[in-house]
């Protein structure tokens, strides 16, 4: 009698761990594609409002953080954030530490090949001050000479550097950058008066100017798309599948209206965008 009790109990305790949502249905990936069985893993950098953020409880919010949780109960799977930089994020996923890299991540062709990413929205760049700022920025050439706060091992930091090269190589003078983990680092930096101007994605400077820490004087700058970036391709097929049927159901409107974002722009249809990883 006590073992069957005992057994009942154990019972009873493993369905009280999985979540409610996953209790009355098959989970749509199959566990020998995902890091943990049951769970879809991910990425964060809740470092950038209204994307990702870290709200006055601590708890995670943003477009990121509940479109993620959409995708997984559509998937059946249990969602599960793991906070981190920006920079050391493909190489984790590579290793197997989690299943998506979900921080707004731009798409490259070079990214294209070492991830499965599936477009989801769009984001071009800002150039913002603090408020009151001696500097006037009309065009990026007007950084020229100045010291600019940037985010590290970002797409943002690339095309800025790019931009720079080529003004340098028409005889401007270079732009000095420092580099920061976050973006609320470069933003504190820049208002402790260490930078003269910052850039990072139209969104976020949008948060800080909103706050009354920042004035933005360019944006738009470099748009192209964000995406869900996978370790695996059965992972990122079903991710397609979900996200489709949140676009059908009006969920992902909804979601995009609530945190202000660029949708994807003329989507049918979400898909796997590039070749994919190169098979082993």
Request: aromatic share 8%.
């Amino acid at each position: 009698m006590k073992h069957t009790q005992l057994l009942v109990g154990l019972v009873l305790g493993a369905a009280a761990a999985v979540p409610a949502f996953a209790q009355s249905c098959t989970p749509k990936v199959p566990a020998d594609h995902l890091v943990a069985a049951g769970k879809l893993q991910m990425s964060v950098n809740p470092t950038l409002p209204p994307q990702q953020f870290v709200d006055e409880k601590g708890e995670l919010q943003g477009l990121n953080v509940e479109l993620g949780k959409a995708v997984a109960r559509k998937l059946c799977l249990e969602p599960v954030f793991i906070r981190m930089d920006m920079p050391p994020m493909i190489p984790a996923m590579q290793s197997g530490r989690f299943d998506v890299i979900n921080t707004g991540m731009f798409w490259t062709e070079e990214r294209s090949k070492l991830m499965y990413m599936v477009p989801y929205a769009q984001q071009a760049m800002s150039i913002y001050t603090v408020p009151g700022s001696k500097l006037k920025i009309t065009r990026f050439e007007d950084l020229a000479g100045h010291v600019v706060g940037i985010e590290t091992g970002t797409y943002q930091e690339r095309k800025a550097r790019e931009y720079n090269a080529a003004m340098v190589a028409k005889g401007e003078k270079t732009i000095d950058f420092r580099t920061f983990a976050t973006a609320s680092e470069t933003t504190a930096a820049l208002r402790a008066g260490q930078l003269e101007a910052g850039i990072n994605i139209d969104e976020t400077a949008k948060a800080f100017e909103e706050r009354g820490i920042a004035k933005i004087w360019v944006s738009g700058l470099n748009g192209t798309d964000i995406t869900l970036a996978f370790r695996d391709k059965t992972t990122a097929e079903a991710a397609v599948k979900a996200l489709d049927e949140l676009k059908a159901e009006g969920v992902y409107d909804q979601l995009f209206d609530k945190f202000k974002m660029t949708r994807l722009q003329n989507v049918k249809n979400f898909a796997i965008r590039g070749p994919g990883p190169a098979p082993k």
